[in-house]
């Protein structure tokens, strides 16, 4: 049985002062999830957040994560200092990294194994764009981003990963894939899993649907059989909205 895992991927909103408050007020209403629950601020907010949900079941996730253990790397992050601020996930291949700042499948390939290697888990996105849903390449292409983000991994690795289907046309704009589309697509990129690391470990992956999910439609794309949870944008910035679709 997988636990199923929703996360709040808060992307560049939230200064430390709002980030308190938002979380603040979440502690309470997600107290009794049945579910993994994780929250992903911006870089500046981790400290408070850690602070704030130290002893609490919510969990704390990064957005990015580098490959290099340290250096001449302006702007990033590495995963030994994300994981002594207490981050236990990190987003890597976000559909907006790879469309504005040049992340291709191999840097998301080295982002994973680096956050693998530093006890942090990976919460790795793929999926499509609208062009390429129109012209039926879907399968091809969430499959070929699954292998390539999961190349040179063990099974172990891979069976403690979460992958985020994300159609990169539902992300921000209120259309959700149908629960039916999320979950044959989920379907096949386990499938691909299975291709290359077995149906065993396959079958032990943990697959989010991301996309416009929200309280409204969360109940149902959660009891899809594949769909294992969500990576929740918009809907993470309220307290109210992100607790309901923890409660699913
Ligand atoms: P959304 O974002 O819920 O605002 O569509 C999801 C994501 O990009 O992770």
């Not at 690795?157 to 209120?174: C, D, K, M, N, R």
Request: glycine share 10%; hydrophobic share 45%; with cysteine.
């Amino acid at each position: 049985m997988r636990k199923p895992i929703i996360a709040g991927n808060w992307k560049m909103n939230k200064t430390p002062e709002e980030a308190k408050e938002l979380v603040a007020a979440l502690i309470p209403l997600v107290k009794d999830a049945a579910c993994d629950v994780v929250v992903c601020p911006p870089f500046v907010d981790l400290c408070c957040v850690g602070n704030l949900i130290e002893g609490t079941n919510i969990r704390l996730g990064a957005q990015n994560v580098h490959w290099a253990e340290k250096g001449a790397f302006t702007g990033e992050i590495s995963a030994e200092m994300l994981k002594a601020r207490g981050v236990e996930f990190a987003i890597v291949g976000h559909s907006e990294r790879r469309q504005y700042f040049g992340e291709t499948d191999e840097t998301v390939n080295k982002r994973a194994l680096a956050a693998l290697n530093a006890g942090i888990t990976p919460i790795i996105c793929v999926g499509e764009s609208l062009e390429q849903r129109e012209s039926g390449v879907t399968d091809a292409i969430v499959s070929s981003q699954t292998v390539a983000a999961l190349n040179g991994m063990t099974n172990a690795q891979v069976e403690s990963l979460v992958i985020a289907y994300e159609p990169i046309w539902a992300i921000g704009t209120g259309k959700t894939a149908t629960k039916e589309d999320a979950n044959a697509t989920i379907g096949v990129i386990r499938r691909a899993i299975a291709g290359v690391f077995g149906e065993e470990t396959a079958e032990k992956v943990r697959i989010q649907y991301g996309g416009s999910m929200n309280p409204k439609n969360a109940g149902e794309l959660m009891a899809m059989p594949e769909i294992d949870g969500g990576l929740i944008g918009g809907a993470s910035l309220k307290a109210d909205d992100f607790s309901k679709v923890v409660h699913f």
